[in-house]
């Protein structure tokens, strides 16, 4: 799709989500209380909130087994340069971004990386999906919105395992993509080595232990937004459940996955909202936490993104031209099949 198209779509669907968070509320109290905020609750956030981002780096670092040489902070740079380019350009580009600068700054090959970009994306889907699907089953929620779960949740697992049946066939595959890329005008051999490399990083889906780990670091990579909404919740005035900051992260998460303007606006309002919702019937606060929320993780993203730029040595420029544009001719994005 073009960047014009993703962009006007992203726009769209974002200016719809601020109309709809528009009508009926009462803006000089939602800004009442996000100026009244408890300060000490806000200051706390951030760091709760930063934390998620190191544990998603550890993460990740788990899902490129068999290799233990790459850095979780390289991974950390990649991942903070990332959540930047998300936060600036519509369609999520700054997850092509990612596996980018890993390959650039010594990390394993684009192609590797992207795969597993891929399936931390879906089981983070398939993460929220379940526990929103907990919480909703105790509670009455409306039905579009268990259904949209639903929904969601069948497509993460289907492309879950889709996954897990390539995994570890790479030779496979390789072959059969050889074979079909005889008949195209593309390079064989090159696309064959990125075929293979995508393979490649569904293997950790087949090795128990290394999934173990995975799962294992996924607990404290949710439980860092869900506590830090919860403390801004309180910060506001709202007097809710831990439980309703966790339904309300998770319709986030599934919100934010749609195309949306630069940095989720509205879309990520409108999701959190919807969350709240259920729990409160004070749309102007819990409209307030949603917005501080979003707020701070904006504003620790982008810093940290700014941050890891420097350290690697890459440019904002030269990261979202890499991705946006056709690859040079013959840059070395993939290693070939053995």
Same mark, same amino acid.
């Given at each position: 799709m073009p960047n014009r198209i993703k962009l006007a779509l992203g726009v769209a669907v974002s200016l719809?989500?601020? !109309?709809? !968070?528009?009508?009926?509320?009462?803006?000089?109290?939602?800004?009442?209380?996000?100026?009244?905020?408890?300060?000490?609750?806000?200051?706390?956030?951030?760091?709760?909130?930063?934390?998620?981002?190191v544990f998603k780096a550890v993460r990740w670092r788990a899902l490129f087994h068999?290799?233990?040489?790459?850095? =979780?902070?390289?991974? #950390?740079?990649?991942a903070n340069i990332g959540f930047l380019v998300n936060n600036l350009l519509p369609a999520r580009v700054g997850e092509l971004v990612r596996p980018y600068v890993l390959s650039e700054t010594g990390g394993p090959?684009?192609?590797?990386?992207?795969?597993?970009? %891929?399936?931390?994306?879906?089981?983070?889907? %398939? =993460?929220?999906?379940?526990?929103?699907?907990? %919480? !909703?089953? #105790?509670?009455?929620?409306?039905?579009?919105?268990?259904?949209?779960?639903?929904?969601?949740?069948?497509?993460?697992?289907?492309?879950?395992?889709?996954?897990?049946?390539?995994?570890?066939?790479?030779?496979? !595959?390789?072959?059969?993509?050889?074979?079909?890329?005889?008949? =195209?005008?593309?390079?064989?051999?090159?696309?064959t080595d990125r075929i293979a490399a995508i393979v490649r990083g569904f293997a950790p889906l087949r090795e128990p232990r290394a999934m173990g780990v995975v799962v294992l670091w996924t607990i404290p990579l949710w439980m860092a937004p869900f506590t830090a909404l919860f403390l801004l919740t309180r910060g506001v005035g709202l007097d809710l459940p831990f439980y309703a900051a966790v339904f309300a992260t998770c319709v986030i998460g599934l919100g934010v996955a749609a195309p949306s303007s630069p940095g989720q606006?509205?879309?990520?309002?409108?999701?959190?909202?919807?969350?709240?919702s259920v729990f409160t019937p004070d749309a102007a606060r819990a409209l307030a936490a949603v917005f501080l929320f979003h707020a701070l993780n904006y504003i620790i993203t982008c810093a940290l993104g700014l941050v890891s730029l420097a350290r690697t040595g890459l440019t904002y420029r030269r990261v979202v031209a890499a991705v946006t544009a056709p690859p040079a001719a013959g840059r070395p994005d993939v290693e070939p099949v053995s």
């Amino acid at each position: 799709m073009p960047n014009r198209i993703k962009l006007a779509l992203g726009v769209a669907v974002s200016l719809v989500c601020t !109309i709809l !968070i528009v009508r009926g509320l009462n803006w000089q109290e939602s800004a009442r209380a996000v100026a009244s905020v408890d300060p000490w609750l806000l200051l706390i956030s951030a760091p709760v909130l930063a934390s998620g981002l190191v544990f998603k780096a550890v993460r990740w670092r788990a899902l490129f087994h068999p290799r233990r040489d790459i850095s =979780t902070w390289r991974l #950390f740079d990649a991942a903070n340069i990332g959540f930047l380019v998300n936060n600036l350009l519509p369609a999520r580009v700054g997850e092509l971004v990612r596996p980018y600068v890993l390959s650039e700054t010594g990390g394993p090959p684009y192609a590797w990386g992207l795969s597993t970009v %891929v399936v931390e994306r879906t089981l983070d889907v %398939v =993460t929220v999906v379940v526990v929103a699907l907990a %919480v !909703i089953a #105790f509670l009455p929620v409306p039905y579009w919105l268990a259904a949209a779960a639903l929904g969601l949740g069948a497509a993460g697992l289907l492309l879950l395992g889709t996954m897990v049946f390539v995994a570890g066939r790479e030779q496979a !595959i390789a072959a059969l993509a050889r074979r079909a890329l005889r008949l =195209t005008p593309l390079p064989v051999d090159t696309w064959t080595d990125r075929i293979a490399a995508i393979v490649r990083g569904f293997a950790p889906l087949r090795e128990p232990r290394a999934m173990g780990v995975v799962v294992l670091w996924t607990i404290p990579l949710w439980m860092a937004p869900f506590t830090a909404l919860f403390l801004l919740t309180r910060g506001v005035g709202l007097d809710l459940p831990f439980y309703a900051a966790v339904f309300a992260t998770c319709v986030i998460g599934l919100g934010v996955a749609a195309p949306s303007s630069p940095g989720q606006v509205g879309l990520f309002e409108g999701a959190g909202l919807v969350g709240l919702s259920v729990f409160t019937p004070d749309a102007a606060r819990a409209l307030a936490a949603v917005f501080l929320f979003h707020a701070l993780n904006y504003i620790i993203t982008c810093a940290l993104g700014l941050v890891s730029l420097a350290r690697t040595g890459l440019t904002y420029r030269r990261v979202v031209a890499a991705v946006t544009a056709p690859p040079a001719a013959g840059r070395p994005d993939v290693e070939p099949v053995s």
